[in-house]
């Protein structure tokens, strides 16, 4: 590592309730001299980045990206080898569909240190916000959590729909908004039973956190007429008919 380069922490900042923040995260945000963010830490969690640190909006958000993945590279890679202490601040674990990987090989390769600061993952902590455990004795002893949103410059899908469909855990799916239509309507095709309950979490973990329940047949349609919107989380499954139990014992949401 060259002496005169800075560090580099790539810092998962949870699903967005801001007590959820790990102590190690909160100390790097406090002391950071430059913090590289995108939106899905949410509004409470970035309104805290300190006055002295310089900030840099990599902008990720919903498709929209005020920097491209590689730009976001460079910016980590030149402020650090301005000797400074860099926080790449993302949104959930940096390592669960947050390019964290990508970002630690661009580091890798021009000798850059860095450390690994995982957040919790919105994809169990929001759905349990909403009364759903990911497993359950009763229902399954799987999960498998899946991207719903692909890198667009791919060849071919990665997801094994077939495979998904005879899966009987829970499927958790991330970034799914845009494409929800299509990826119930490839479980459905591949055999799942259409009457599977799916529950489509928007801003889980926030004070305006909102759960849209229905079937792979219908939460297209119901998405579209509550005018859901990013970010959200869908989970596929048994688990999710433990929203109605479970989920009414919550305070602080909006269901």
Do not use: C
């Amino acid at each position: 590592m060259a002496e005169n380069y800075g560090k580099v922490y790539l810092v998962g900042s949870g699903p967005g309730d801001p007590e959820l923040l790990t102590l190690k995260a909160r100390r790097l945000n406090d002391t950071a001299e430059v913090i590289i963010y995108d939106q899905l830490p949410g509004k409470v969690i970035l309104s805290s980045m300190p006055d002295s640190a310089e900030k840099i909006d990599a902008g990720k958000f919903a498709g929209k990206h005020t920097l491209t993945q590689n730009k976001i590279n460079e910016a980590i890679v030149q402020q650090a080898k301005e000797g400074k202490m860099v926080v790449r601040l993302k949104g959930g674990d940096p390592y669960v569909f947050g390019r964290g990987g990508e970002e630690a090989e661009a580091l890798v390769q021009e000798g850059i240190e860095f450390e690994i600061v995982p957040g919790i993952t919105s994809a169990i902590s929001v759905p349990a916000y909403a009364g759903i455990p990911v497993t359950h004795r009763e229902s399954t002893s799987m999960v498998t959590f899946i991207t719903g949103h692909e890198d667009p410059t791919k060849e071919e899908s990665g997801l094994n729909w077939d495979a998904l469909a005879k899966f009987e855990g829970t499927i958790v799916i991330l970034m799914g908004v845009k494409m929800l239509r299509r990826n119930a309507e490839e479980l459905i095709k591949n055999g799942k039973d259409s009457e599977t309950p799916v529950a489509l979490i928007e801003r889980g973990t926030r004070p305006d956190q909102r759960v849209t329940v229905g079937t792979l047949a219908s939460i297209a349609d119901l998405a579209e007429e509550r005018g859901v919107k990013a970010p959200a989380i869908t989970v596929v499954g048994d688990v999710v008919r433990l929203h109605d139990i479970l989920g009414e014992q919550l305070t602080g949401t909006e269901f």
